[in-house]
């Protein structure tokens, strides 16, 4: 199949499958008038690729899986080299958990505090004043509103 059909078949662009072949990811061979060829093995490898990218793998990342592929194995990710990129991603997404986490909790702790903070301020104590809420007729920079000259 040609470079158009396989991007259409993968769901991609011909400019992607031109920056996959530039990588290296994408192997290209060319047909008796000279354009690109691809096989139905171009596409299991462009749908593994496609997989993992949206799994959160970056590009280089898939290369593993790529390599894999080419060396016949059945899938991707059935050789050591997968195997560790896989528990690398994984590493990476338990640390990025833990560090949204601890956000959490801080985010967490600051809305208990102002809420306490909040209903313990007197009746009587005048309202903050939020400096980004304009004051009747003004504008949020605190110039006049356009056609107020007060």
């Known amino acids: 199949m040609r470079i158009g059909e396989l991007a259409k078949r993968a769901g991609t662009t011909t400019r992607t499958l031109r920056y996959y072949e530039s990588r290296g990811l994408l192997t290209v061979r060319r047909d008796a008038k000279g354009y690109r060829a691809f096989g139905e093995e171009d596409l299991r490898l462009l749908r593994q690729i496609r997989m993992l990218r949206d799994s959160g793998f970056d590009l280089e990342e898939t290369r593993p899986f790529v390599e894999c592929l080419r060396a016949g194995y059945p899938t991707g990710d059935s050789c050591p080299a997968s195997?560790?990129?896989?528990?690398?991603?994984?590493?990476?997404?338990?640390?990025?958990?833990?560090?949204?986490?601890d956000v959490r909790d801080r985010v967490r702790a600051d809305l208990a505090r102002a809420e306490v903070e909040s209903t313990a301020r007197s009746a009587d104590a005048p309202e903050p004043r939020c400096e980004l809420t304009p004051r009747s007729g003004a504008s949020v920079t605190g110039e006049p509103a356009e056609g107020n000259t007060t």
């Not at 195997?83 to 986490?101: G, V």
């Open 83 to 101: 195997l560790e990129a896989y528990r690398k991603k994984l590493a990476e997404l338990d640390d990025c958990i833990t560090q949204l986490q």
